[in-house]
């Protein structure tokens, strides 16, 4: 049996505070997300006639990963102008580093469960030129890359539950660039792709969120087929295979009660419907069961 740890995934040793959502039916929760800004030393190193392009990713960031997160239907998100004169007062906007005090103060204020706050700690956009010796050609090459740390903190006691580090760059970039048909010139970011940029980078922060604190469990087994409390609106696929884990708590060394994963089986998703999905029990099953909690299979 192995112990995972939280900041490799996003579902595993929650604490001892998080068993209910395991066992319970799963209701909506407040969180509150703090405003999306760089920290102080990447504001100071990126060149003015880059600073435009930032800001505007950043500022679509910020409305994006609200949406998105609403779009889960997991959360109510609350009471943001409050949550930013707390972290402002603390002067821990920029850089991201929350403590338990300022966290639980925040969740206080605006009546949340939870606090998400995400800093740029990254950011490249600029054209590279080669030019082949003997030859007389030259080529250029783009250099993108955009980086983004998201904490999310039970606001009730303070306690980290995730850091995670967001990337994309020049391979997902070119990707959006093909799919969507967008155009650069002369190496600068266009106003579409930039909000490209930013609503996929929002929706793999909120598709975290909502799986460190509502992770997908199994709600029904009827023979082959299971029942699956993710929607839709949360990144399930059919087709897909699932690990199906069963929850046991456990002492660790320091007398904290942590949840170790233990693998019963896979599970795959044959339908996603708006508030639950279908799956079918693939090959060895060791005991897959109500409250069995899922996670991508490698």
């Known amino acids: 049996m192995k112990i995972i740890s939280l900041r490799k995934t996003g579902f595993v040793l929650l604490s001892a505070a998080l068993l209910p959502l395991l066992a319970?039916?799963?209701?909506?929760a407040t969180i509150a997300v703090s405003s999306i800004k760089p920290t102080p030393s990447l504001a100071a190193s990126v060149k003015p006639d880059k600073k435009p392009s930032l800001d505007r990713i950043v500022e679509s960031l910020d409305s994006q990963l609200i949406d998105r997160i609403n779009a889960t239907r997991k959360f109510d998100v609350v009471g943001r102008s409050d949550l930013n004169d707390v972290i402002k007062e603390q002067d821990l906007g920029a850089s991201g580093n929350v403590d338990a005090k300022t966290a639980a103060k925040a969740g206080k204020l605006t009546g949340a469960k939870y606090l998400l706050v995400a800093t740029v700690d990254d950011f490249?956009?600029?054209?590279?030129k080669a030019t082949f010796e003997?030859?007389?050609?030259?080529?250029?090459?783009?250099?993108?890359?955009f980086s983004i740390i998201g904490k999310i903190?039970?606001?009730?006691?303070g306690k980290l539950l995730e850091s995670a580090n967001f990337q994309t760059g020049n391979d997902a970039f070119k990707q959006i660039q093909e799919e969507r048909n967008y155009s650069v010139k002369d190496g600068e970011l266009s106003d579409e792709m930039m909000v490209a940029v930013s609503r996929?980078?929002?929706?793999?922060?909120?598709?975290r969120v909502v799986t460190v604190i509502y992770p997908p469990k199994i709600l029904d087994v009827d023979g082959k087929q299971v029942t699956i409390s993710w929607g839709d609106a949360l990144p399930i696929t059919v087709g897909e295979t699932w690990e199906a884990c069963f929850p046991r708590t456990k002492t660790n060394d320091v007398g904290d009660a942590v949840i170790i994963l233990k693998p019963v089986g896979k599970v795959k998703i044959t339908r996603v419907d708006e508030t639950s999905s279908e799956g079918e029990i693939v090959g060895e099953d060791l005991?897959?069961?109500?409250?069995?909690?899922?996670?991508?299979a490698k």
């Open 24 to 28: 319970a039916a799963q209701e909506k």
């Open 124 to 128: 490249q956009d600029y054209v590279e």
């Open 134 to 145: 003997g030859t007389g050609r030259s080529a250029t090459k783009r250099v993108f890359r």
């Open 153 to 157: 903190y039970d606001a009730t006691t």
């Open 200 to 207: 996929t980078l929002a929706q793999q922060i909120a598709g």
């Open 287 to 296: 005991g897959i069961a109500e409250h069995c909690v899922l996670r991508k």
